[in-house]
């Protein structure tokens, strides 16, 4: 495999030619990292079972955890899944393009591979000029995970793409950070009452509006990740994870900060280098401290979450403490991520 090509895209006007340099690579079953609203997604087409397979290798993912197909036009579902049921076509014609994702029953022409061997499909289409014009110029849905190793931090810039997968994959479309900065909300609507399988750039409160009252598993919390018979089976294994260790503080505000001070101190006598992702603009002298934004601008909160992460771990600490936010908006989406990141690792101040 030659190197990663590395083609900058205007990401609010994309270029005719690299989106056609690009498609092509996808048509002739290569694989694309581009970007969408969340995160940068490894796209292949999502009807082509070698160019599929080869996303779970280049990853590293289990073969039973399924894709994400993107579209760029609605009518696309109905050739992907066999039964849109009314709910599903109320979302759609809210939030799509947007941040929200449908598990269906899928049609005989998804291949088993593309969704990991399930019944059902998850289709999303992204609120990305790039993705929706890539996907358009390809002339086919295109199966898209995070485009990072399976268990790291989601990728919100090009660079991060690079680093865990550069010399895998054939292209990298360049259309700088990405806006949301964590995944899509996973809604499936083949289970009554529906249910969150994934919290995410979507608050689960706008969704409920749509369809009243959604089931929020434990796993979608972030909680009791690797326990069980998870639906999605995503849910089962350690994700967004830095190679040290992370631990989340939660709680109100003030006893999260005494709290956090109180590990930097214990854990440094104990010789270690700790990192903090700090809300509110919070000091923690003796760590490298990373502000995330104040709990009252979660968006930004989501945004700088994976990049800060990464950061914290290239720096070489061997912990890193986590200021909890509340879980309502996408303070949902931030919990489960640092929860999970965490392996299991989150305690109550
Ligand atoms: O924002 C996003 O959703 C990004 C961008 C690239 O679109 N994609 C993304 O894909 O996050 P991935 O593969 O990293 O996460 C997809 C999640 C996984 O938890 C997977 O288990 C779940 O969706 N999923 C996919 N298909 C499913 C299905 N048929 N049934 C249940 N869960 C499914
Ligand atoms: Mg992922």
């Known amino acids: 495999m030659p190197e990663t090509r590395v083609l900058r895209v205007n990401p609010t006007e994309p270029e005719k030619e690299v989106i056609a340099e690009a498609a092509a690579v996808i048509r002739s079953g290569g694989l694309v990292a581009f970007p969408t609203e969340t995160v940068y997604g490894l796209g292949a087409d999502a009807l082509n079972e070698a160019a599929v397979r080869r996303i779970f290798e280049v990853k590293g993912r289990p073969p039973d955890n399924p894709l994400i197909v993107h579209i760029a036009d609605r009518d696309s579902v109905y050739l992907l899944a066999s039964e849109v049921p009314p709910a599903a076509e109320e979302l759609i014609s809210r939030f799509w393009p947007g941040p929200l994702t449908l598990v269906l029953k899928r049609t005989e022409l998804v291949p088993a591979v593309t969704c990991g061997g399930l019944e059902t499909v998850a289709v999303r ?18 199966a898209a ?17 690079l680093r865990d997968l550069g010399g895998k994959i054939e292209v990298v479309l360049d259309g700088g950070p990405t806006e949301i900065g964590v ?24 969704v409920e509006r749509v369809l009243g009252s959604v089931r929020v598993p434990e ?23 830095p190679r040290c260790r992370l631990i989340v503080v939660e709680g109100d505000p003030e006893p999260v900060r005494r709290k956090v001070a109180e590990l930097v101190l214990d854990l440094r006598a104990q010789g270690m280098r700790v990192g903090v992702l700090a809300l ?51 303070g949902l989406a931030i919990m489960n991520r640092l929860r999970k990141a965490s392996g299991g690792e989150f305690i109550r101040a």
Do not use: C, Q
């Open 145 to 161: 995970p995070s485009a990072n190793l399976s268990g790291s931090p989601s990728p919100t810039t090009a660079e991060h793409v």
């Open 219 to 241: 796993s979608a919390r972030g909680l009791a990740a690797f326990t069980g018979r998870p639906r999605s089976p995503g849910m089962k294994y350690r994700h967004y994870a």
């Open 183 to 206: 995944e899509s909300t996973v809604i499936d609507l083949t289970v009554e009452p529906p249910e969150l399988l994934r919290p995410g750039g979507l608050p689960l409160e706008e």
């Open 280 to 330: 509110d603009g919070a000091d923690y002298p003796g760590a490298e401290v990373v502000d995330l934004g104040p709990r009252s601008d979660l968006k930004k909160v989501a945004r700088s979450l994976f990049t800060a992460i990464r950061k914290l771990d290239e720096r070489g600490v061997d912990v890193i403490l986590a200021e909890g936010v509340e879980e309502s908006g996408l």
């Open 125 to 142: 289409m992204p609120a990305h000029p790039v993705a929706l014009e890539l996907i358009r110029e390809s002339g086919v849905p295109i």
